[in-house]
């Protein structure tokens, strides 16, 4: 598993994806969410949301568990450390790309430019 390429302005795209940041941002809050709770949650299809959790636990974002309760699949997801580092590291790039937007003059320099 090879860390994912940066941006220019240090965004990750793995995370930056707007399914998988909205996945990132849940499982930061939770200690451990199972399927269904993403699918209320996230509102992504079955299909969608299991194809950006195998992206996210390909890069060793997530860490994924499936077991059976009362002889039905059961799967549970939870951010690793290095999940919360990497999000923890876009999160302050996404800062640093957003400050002071909205009170530079037109002809400022974009942070990533």
């Avoid at 195998?54 to 974002?61: D, H, K, M, P, S």
């Amino acid at each position: 598993m090879t860390a994912p390429a940066r941006s220019p302005c240090g965004l990750d795209p793995l995370i930056h994806e707007a399914a998988r940041l909205l996945i990132v941002s849940v499982l930061a809050e939770c200690q451990v969410a199972d399927f269904n709770f993403m699918l209320a949650t996230t509102n992504l299809t079955r299909g969608n949301l299991s194809q950006h959790m195998a992206r996210l636990v390909e890069a060793g974002y997530v860490q994924e568990t499936k077991e059976f309760l009362n002889r039905k699949p059961h799967t549970e997801y939870r951010l690793t450390a290095a999940g919360r580092s990497a999000f923890k590291r876009y999160r302050r790039a996404w800062r640093q790309v957003t400050r002071g937007q909205g009170t530079q003059d037109a002809n400022a320099k974009a942070p990533c430019s």
